[in-house]
């Protein structure tokens, strides 16, 4: 029987189920007798538990020791021999604990180049305020650049005012550049031309602001210009100077009326176009007879002029450096010299004489190496010189490379003295020279602690 088949209710195949449905309908359709539950429901709400919640332990802040921060910051003060100024001023932003020591290690080497800074700085300095006061006793080195060819190029005045308002002030660092006819000025001319620009001398009011101020120790003037009085003016204000470092225009010859400068130098570096006059740095030196320890050339000095300052001051002198030494006469010069315990010389190309008969006092050799330079003289004396502490090597063209560099670097370390290596003519002046401060060792250094010798 098929599925249509089971709908057809009148069939014979049917009927059994028909008899069996009114039984099966009332047995589902039939409602069992209900069964009572006694339900009951209680809306109160008991009261909420009060939980306490623990609040995280925050510790609070511990203050460094004022040493502590001072160290940190003294630390990090110097980068590649230069202050890092950045770091400094990020220094003084963490809290006010930090802000007074970073700040006067900011402010102990100032560089002012426009008018607008130096506006600024008067602010910052201001002696009406205890700040101010604080922040002026600090600086110890100034550089001012006074440049006659900006339209907002600092002012004489202002720089005289600067100056006073700087108490403690060592060290002064001017470079003066001149004013080039309109249409005339291109960036990148050579030296010698920014050098005939035209530049007023310093007038009285000027004179008379410096004069009243600081009596610094070091000068490092720097004339880009054509005026060649400029510095016989700065000369005659600070008759306290020990150090003193010139370059750019030479000096016009004193005029035969005018007094010996007064001052007893113990430094003096010298970088000139051309050469000075004799005459000039005989009157520059007339009291520095016994005094003068120090003499630096950047450029090559012409052979009388290194003789006349050898034979005045050999006695005197304990670190003489040279740009090069390629001659047995200026071998010879610097023989002379029998105090000497610093001895330098930038160019790669020495002449052997020159190792030949060095004091024995000798304590630092700082010389320019490359694969051609003449080792064997140098080694020599690193092995017979005991006195020799320290040789610093500026390389370039391939001098690590030398055959007889590992020889130099053996005979180092068996005589106990330390090599030390450099890679940028800049990095291997700046070096040298350290801080204008008196010392009895070489080489020298700027340090920290010379920085608090130079603010006392």
């Known amino acids: 029987m098929g599925f249509f088949d089971l709908l057809d209710l009148s069939s014979p195949e049917t009927r059994p189920i028909l008899n069996f449905l009114p039984a099966l309908v009332s047995r589902f359709m039939t409602s069992p007798k209900a069964v009572e539950h006694d339900v009951s429901f209680d809306l109160t ?18 203050r460094l020791p004022l040493e502590v921060v001072l160290s940190i910051i003294e630390a990090a003060y110097y980068d590649n021999n230069q202050p890092d100024e950045s770091l400094l001023k990020q220094c003084s932003l963490v809290c006010r604990a930090w802000s007074g020591p970073a700040q006067k290690l900011l402010f102990s080497h100032v560089t002012l180049r426009t008018e607008t800074a130096c506006d600024s700085f008067r602010d910052a300095v201001d002696r009406s305020t205890a700040r101010g006061r604080g922040l002026g006793d600090a600086v110890t080195r100034l550089r001012v650049v006074m440049d006659h060819n900006q339209p907002f190029g600092i002012t004489q005045h202002s720089f005289g005012d600067a100056v006073t308002l700087c108490p403690n002030l060592y060290e002064l660092n001017l470079a003066l550049y001149g004013c080039a006819a309109p249409g005339e000025d291109v960036v990148g001319v050579p030296d010698v ?31 880009w210009s054509e005026n060649q009085y400029s510095i016989t003016q700065l000369l005659d204000v600070w008759p306290s100077l020990k150090s003193l470092a010139i370059s750019g225009t030479p000096p016009q010859p004193p005029s035969p009326v005018l007094e010996p400068f007064a001052c007893s130098l113990e430094e003096l570096r010298m970088n000139f176009q051309t050469p000075p006059s004799l005459e000039f740095v005989s009157w520059l030196l007339h009291n520095s007879s016994e005094t003068l320890r120090v003499l630096e050339f950047e450029r090559e000095p012409s052979t009388q002029l290194l003789e006349h300052l050898i034979n005045e001051h050999h006695s005197t002198l304990v670190s003489l450096s040279l740009p090069s030494c390629p001659s047995s006469d200026l071998a010879a010069a610097v023989q002379k010299c029998r105090q000497l315990k610093d001895l330098r010389v930038e160019h ?36 017979s010189t005991e006195s020799i502490k320290v040789l610093t090597l500026n390389i370039s063209d391939g001098g690590d490379q030398h055959p007889l560099f590992p ?37 020298r250094f700027q340090s920290l602690d010379n920085l608090y010798v130079m603010r006392s």
């Open 45 to 62: 709400t008991s009261p909420i538990r009060q939980v306490a919640l623990r609040r995280p332990h925050r510790p609070s802040s511990v």
């Open 193 to 223: 031309s920014r050098m005939r620009r035209p530049a007023p001398s310093f007038d009285e009011t000027t004179l008379t602001l410096l004069r009243s101020g600081p009596k610094i120790s070091a000068l490092q003037f720097s004339n």
């Open 348 to 383: 790669q190309s020495v002449t052997p004489k020159l190792f030949r008969d060095l004091p024995e006092s000798l304590e630092h050799i700082a010389l320019g190496l490359n694969r051609n330079t003449h080792l064997q003289p140098v080694i020599d004396t690193v092995r």
């Open 407 to 443: 020889v130099l670097k053996m005979a180092c370390a068996y005589q106990g003295v330390d090599m030390r290596i450099v890679r940028d003519i800049k990095m291997f002046r700046s070096m040298m020279r350290g801080d204008p401060v008196p010392t009895s060792s070489f080489p």
